[in-house]
């Protein structure tokens, strides 16, 4: 497809909130487009692109971060008590903006349980979790903040320095099989790039408000520890049944094994166009492999 008036090689202006995992290969990403990017964490940084922002600490951000503001992306998550950190502080802040866009990164947790089918974005979300509740919450306020919002719903993200490699070095890897078990996935670069690529063919791409981004496989966890092991040339520990693993499980990661769902991404790759760097967990760890 060919690229419009492209976004990014102009001197847009973005505040990323919440520069964790994603926060941070996308901040990187989009300054080798020439953009100027502040990001926020919870914590001083030496970074003089990083400002501190923390919702639960009451927020007093110095006015100059939002001079010539064009794009906010958030990547942060409800707070404790449901509430969306970056509408609770500073939603009225934001409506005073001339913002040309605003991403949100959310959950495919807000699908709940579809027994290992398929779901896409035309699909009535149906949150299992008290947590995905939240999320549709904060996914409707966004909505209903009239910024001109776009949600990106997320399976488990993984990427060089945090994926099946780490769990394994740092001994926390646990082989648990369950009959008929699937997780959908995304590589973080998939991410990024997906919103590069929306941004930057904006004019000619009819506008979604609601878009998955997963990769094309989902597949039994299993699967993706055994290639792993593969890979480093190690044998893999024996499996144990999910029922005798449970109890040793934390609330959270049982919480995970109660949801069995595929997520689509034809919305993005085929109505969209989007082509997927790593289209499967096979190549996406190859990547990982490579820079870990
Ligand atoms: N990880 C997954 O597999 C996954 C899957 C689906 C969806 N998601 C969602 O996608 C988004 C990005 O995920 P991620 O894994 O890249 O995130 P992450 O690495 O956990 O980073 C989250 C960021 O939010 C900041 N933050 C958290 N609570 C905050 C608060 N109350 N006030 C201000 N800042 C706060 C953190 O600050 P610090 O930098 O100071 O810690 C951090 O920068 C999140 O909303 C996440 O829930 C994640």
């Not at 040309?100 to 807000?110: A, E």
């Not at 966004?142 to 993200?157: A, D, H, M, Y």
């Not at 597949?219 to 792993?228: A, F, K, L």
């Not at 449970?246 to 689509?264: C, G, H, T, V, Y």
Request: one cysteine or more.
């Amino acid at each position: 497809m060919k690229k419009t008036a492209s976004l990014l090689e102009h001197k847009n202006k973005f505040l990323i909130f919440g520069c964790g995992f994603s926060g941070s290969f996308f901040a990187n990403t989009i300054r080798k487009f020439g953009c100027n990017v502040l990001t926020s964490s919870r914590s001083t940084s030496k970074d003089p692109n990083n400002f501190v922002f923390n919702s639960e600490k009451g927020v007093v951000l110095d006015e100059q971060i939002f001079d010539g503001v064009t794009h906010i992306l958030s990547c942060i998550p409800p707070d404790k008590n449901g509430d969306d950190p970056v509408l609770k502080s500073l939603q009225s802040k934001l409506q005073d903006l001339p913002l040309k866009w605003v991403g949100y990164l959310s959950t495919t947790g807000v699908y709940g349980n579809t027994e290992g089918g398929w779901v896409s974005e035309i699909d009535q979300p149906n949150p299992l979790q008290q947590r995905s509740h939240n999320r549709l919450t904060c996914e409707k306020k966004w909505i209903e903040s009239g910024l001109p919002v776009q949600i990106f719903r997320l399976p488990g993200i993984y990427g060089p320095g945090r994926s099946t490699f780490e769990a394994i070095k740092n001994r926390k890897i646990r082989v648990i099989f369950k009959k008929a078990q699937v997780f959908s996935r995304v590589h973080v670069a998939d991410i990024t790039h997906a919103i590069i690529y929306l941004l930057q063919n904006k004019d000619c791409l009819k506008f979604h408000q609601i878009i998955n981004i997963a990769d094309d496989e989902p597949c039994s966890q299993i699967e993706v520890i055994q290639y792993c092991y593969d890979l480093l040339g190690l044998t893999m520990p024996k499996p144990i049944s999910f029922e005798d693993a449970k109890d040793e499980l934390s609330p959270i990661a049982q919480s995970f094994w109660m949801e069995n769902r595929r997520i689509s991404n034809k919305l993005l790759c085929e109505t969209l166009g989007y082509k997927l760097i790593y289209k499967n967990y096979k190549i996406g760890l190859k990547n990982c492999y490579q820079n870990s």
